[in-house]
């Protein structure tokens, strides 16, 4: 059961490092386990609700250009109105955008051809303002149904900060406290 008691946001410290997130995944891998199966038998708006809420707190105090994980380790997919505009900002043909960055599947699907990402400069996208919309929405914390879409969470909290601390934070907010709970 879900309480909302204190939903105050007390977070004080965000953890950003992405050799201790990595390590400490490794260390909860089961506890995760156990919190997935524990989210699963929640009421699933109020896991939504709690999940938006503790992000718009974790979003806005990650710097996502301090970071660029995702952006290393993910397949990005590619609209074709996307992959124009981009073409257009750095000046390409279509043709010559697409032969040097894009792949696209026999379905016609298309994504970036490299990772890490060939627009990834450091840890900051060089062509941030015209990112795609995959890159945009990414850890897609904000949608709805969070209790299905779990799984797919989870295989990014090793990597993704955000998804992290508004993982650490949903534990503490729904008083799950480990096996012991399911
Ligand atoms: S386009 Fe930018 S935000 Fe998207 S994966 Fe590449 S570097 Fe990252
Ligand atoms: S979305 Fe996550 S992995 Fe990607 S840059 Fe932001 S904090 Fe890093």
Redesign the pocket.
């Known amino acids: 059961m879900v309480s909302f008691a204190g939903i105050m946001m007390t977070i004080k410290k965000l953890e950003t490092d992405l050799a201790s997130i990595k390590a400490m995944a490794d260390k909860r891998e089961a506890e995760n386990d156990a919190f997935r199966v524990f989210i699963k038998n929640s009421h699933g708006e109020e896991i939504d609700s709690l999940v938006q809420q503790i992000n718009g707190v974790v979003e806005s105090a ?1 710097d ?1 250009t301090e ?5 290393k380790t993910l397949m990005i997919n590619v609209e074709p109105p996307e992959a124009e505009k981009l073409a257009t900002r750095l000046g390409m043909e279509q043709s010559e955008f697409k032969q040097l960055y894009i792949e696209e599947s026999l379905q016609g699907h298309l994504v970036v051809n490299q990772m890490p990402c060939h627009f990834l400069a450091g840890t900051r996208c060089s062509v941030y303002e015209d990112r795609f919309a995959e890159c945009r929405e ?2 897609h914390l904000q949608r709805k149904n969070f209790k299905d879409r779990m799984f797919g969470t989870l295989i990014h909290y090793a ?5 992290f601390n508004v993982v650490e934070e949903l534990k503490i907010r729904t008083g799950f406290k480990g096996s012991a709970d399911l």
């Open positions: 990650i996502c970071c660029g994980a995702c952006c990414f850890p990597m993704c900060p955000i998804i």
